[in-house]
């Protein structure tokens, strides 16, 4: 059995739209309160452990358990927690002690859990799933309906059909303004057939990859056809933006009655920042859509794939090429890999790409280092002509399948 993640989009009435920022609220609550305990100020003003719970010192965290201990009485000193999803209020002391392990854990390079601050979107809540006597509290009740805990029924659309056991639920509200869930259900997943073929991937520009037997997928850049209109709503944004900031601070100087605004109180500002939001995301899922195209297709078609570990950090210290290497998705395609390699018992090596664009795969002669405009280039010591990216990919191949040898 294999946890898979469903992707439904929900469709709420007011009444559950409240209540689901009801659930955002409270969650946001119990980390904010057990992170408080957890924690302390420096003198530096950096947030750190105290010391009965640092590692460092010899204290111990309180586990996941301890955290949901505290549960109880939270909700007595805050009456209001009550009206929130039992499960997701533990779910969230779970996701603060993960975060924790994950902060100690250095092959993660996960940060310090920080406080969680109200806004306006992008927020989510994770439901668990739970069987009494034989029925779940998360289940679907027909083609268009899933019941929620706290929301009851809730109007939703899935291209693929949900039939295995659900395991727990993710609401998410998007700065598009549209709610989402993701279904964690178990369900056997049968793999791929094996084809004994194994595959090197070189990562790159003017094509998104390129594969060792000479294939090349080229890049497409999605966000030209939005361009336009997006430069449009960002300017509008960006006044608009400029315009609420000044009557905040006005409002804030000479203290008019009516208290504090929100963002969510300037209908303009809040129109521009979801128009330009969704064209950012039309461009984000058609290039998604495509690299979950590419990595399907290799992944059925070889057992061992092996991909360069490349630093996109540092490469997009390179001006020149910056903005195209932030939309190319390498690390995105790389995960994609990962976890279909998981899933369909294949098998994905990460080599260091040093080198791999220098040395000829017929016979390792070290040609030395190529400037970026040099696509092609001949071995002197062999004679064979190379394609820069494809001899790339085949050295790739080579230093993987060497790993694995070892």
């Not at 659930?23 to 010391?51: H, M, Q, Y």
């Not at 109200?118 to 439901?127: A, L, M, P």
């Not at 309906?145 to 993710?170: E, G, Q, W």
Request: one cysteine or more; hydrophobic letters at 35%.
């Amino acid at each position: 059995m294999t946890y898979t993640a469903i992707k439904i989009k929900l469709y709420p009435t007011e009444k559950q739209k409240e209540l689901i920022d009801i659930n955002f609220s409270c969650c946001r609550k119990v980390w904010n309160t057990l992170l408080a305990e957890l924690t302390e100020r420096n003198e530096n003003g950096r947030l750190v452990l105290k010391d009965e719970y640092d590692f460092k010192k010899g204290g111990k965290l309180p586990s996941r358990f301890d955290l949901i201990k505290k549960l109880p009485p939270m909700k007595k000193e805050f009456p209001y927690l009550k009206k929130a999803d039992s499960t997701a209020l533990e779910s969230e002391a779970t996701n603060l002690r993960r975060a924790f392990d994950n902060w100690k854990n250095p092959n993660t390079k996960s940060g310090f859990p920080r406080f969680k601050r109200w806004q306006v979107n992008d927020d989510t809540y994770t439901s668990s799933a739970v069987y009494p006597r034989g029925v779940g509290n998360i289940r679907i009740l027909s083609r268009n309906y899933i019941m929620i805990p706290k929301l009851k029924a809730v109007n939703f659309r899935c291209d693929v059909p949900i039939n295995s056991h659900i395991v727990n639920l993710t609401v998410n509200l998007t700065n598009t303004n549209e709610y989402f869930a993701s279904v964690i259900v178990d369900k056997d997943i049968t793999g791929f057939n094996k084809t004994q073929q194994s595959i090197g991937i070189d990562l790159g520009v003017a094509d998104m990859a390129i594969l060792s037997n000479g294939k090349k997928y080229e890049t497409v850049d999605y966000g030209n056809q939005y361009s336009e209109r997006l430069r449009i709503w960002e300017r509008k944004l960006a006044r608009r933006q400029a315009e609420m900031k000044k009557e905040i601070a006005f409002n804030k100087k000479n203290d008019i009655e009516g208290g504090r605004l929100w963002f969510s109180e300037f209908p303009n500002y809040q129109k521009a920042r979801i128009q330009v939001a969704k064209y950012k995301k039309k461009a984000m899922l058609q290039r998604q859509y495509r690299l979950q195209w590419i990595s399907t297709e290799i992944v059925k078609q070889y057992d061992v794939i092996v991909i360069e570990d490349l630093s996109t950090k540092n490469m997009l210290k390179n001006h020149h090429l910056a903005k195209s290497i932030s939309k190319q998705g390498w690390r995105i395609f790389r995960d994609m890999l990962q976890y279909k390699c998981d899933q369909y018992g294949k098998q994905l090596v990460v080599v260091n790409p040093y080198k791999t664009s220098q040395i000829c795969p017929n016979c390792d002669y070290d040609d030395g280092k190529h400037l970026l405009n040099i696509r092609e280039w001949t071995c002197p010591s062999c004679g064979v002509a190379h394609d820069r990216d494809v001899a790339g990919a085949q050295m790739i191949l080579k230093k993987g399948l060497e790993e694995l040898n070892k």
